[in-house]
């Protein structure tokens, strides 16, 4: 984060209440901040009253301590318990590591699919749905086929396995100038994207939700 380890933190108006959002100090991602805010704005995670900036520490402090009282709705359920308590003891290291970015491997079959990993499992836990839109379209058979529900590390497995050593060498080093996609079959990978999420949307609101709404 540049050697920055505080964020502004603005009280902005959503759906007709009162929200503080943290703001980005450099440019960059930073998923700390997108969960955080998406936490806020779900009246989920209060930051401290009157603040007009927060520390990094005493961000990650307030997530702790929602995902510590979360885990009280588990006291007394035995396995259900003990599997919660591990997965949140997993994630504490990662929190810091979501100050700069976060690393994963999609899958290109479904936007939801990743694969597990303890970043994963930050949203997981916080009950906050990981999107992607690298999506193959399904209308185009050969490449939908290779792609499965392979992820990108798999896709590269199968990729270097059929190279020579110099073709390798070439893609490690060198510009991907034998590497392309036309811009037509990136739009429609973006646009089939853009249906799932719509589809996945309106499944879950009830009948007659967005009427009421507008």
Known sequence: MGGS????????????????????????????LAIANVLSLRNELKLPAGVRDIT??????????LLLERSKAFE??????????????DVFPVLQKLTTGIDVNVKFHNAHAFEPTPEVAVFDLLG?????????????GPAAAVFGTRSYNELMEVLLAGLDESEVEALSTGPLRNLSISHGSFSQAHQHA???????????????????SI
Not at 6 to 31: D, H, M, T
Not at 128 to 140: A, F, K, R, S, Y
Not at 194 to 212: F, I, K, N, R, S
């Open 194 to 212: 853009l249906e799932q999420q719509q589809q996945q949307h309106m499944a879950t609101v009830a009948p007659g939700a967005l009427e009421e």
């Open 128 to 140: 906050i749905p990981l999107v992607h839109g690298w999506l193959v379209d399904p209308q185009d």
């Open 56 to 65: 990094q520490s005493d961000l990650i402090t307030c997530i702790v301590d």
């Open 5 to 32: 380890s505080s964020y502004a933190v603005k009280r902005i108006e959503f759906f007709g209440r009162q929200v503080k959002i943290c703001l980005q100090n450099n440019n960059g991602p930073c998923p700390l």
């Open 76 to 89: 007394g359920s035995g396995t259900h318990a003990a599997d919660y308590a591990r997965n949140v003891s």
